[in-house]
């Protein structure tokens, strides 16, 4: 294969509410930690251990206020995105990076808002490709 693909989906839990930031012009972005967990026996005690990755997501504009809309901490969801790096530099001159998942596709498993209004039907949508805030 001669190409090369950069291409994340994972299941897990919203850490935190989606917090929303919006810019001139329209667009805005949203942003929320991710959980994801490991589950296995210690072979040597056999102790069940749970092992918790987080995942900084971004959704953007329509995506990002559907997320908004219907999501909460503890929430489940699916998905899809890519890997996006970036460093910046802090007030106090240091160099700060963080790795984030820019999301294409979602689908909300369950929601505790769904569950609260009795409705069946999820959201899902896509993300623009535009990515250019």
Known sequence: MNGTLNKVILIGHLGDEVKMHYFEGGNCIGRFPLATNEVYINKTTGEKITSTEWHNIVVRN???EIC???????DKIYIEGRIKSRQWQAEDGATKYTTEIQVTEFT???TKKDTDLGKSSLPTGSA???YNV
């Open 128 to 130: 623009p490709d535009d």
């Open 108 to 110: 909300f498993l369950n």
């Open 68 to 74: 908004e809309k219907y999501l909460s901490k503890g």
């Open 62 to 64: 329509k995506a990002a």
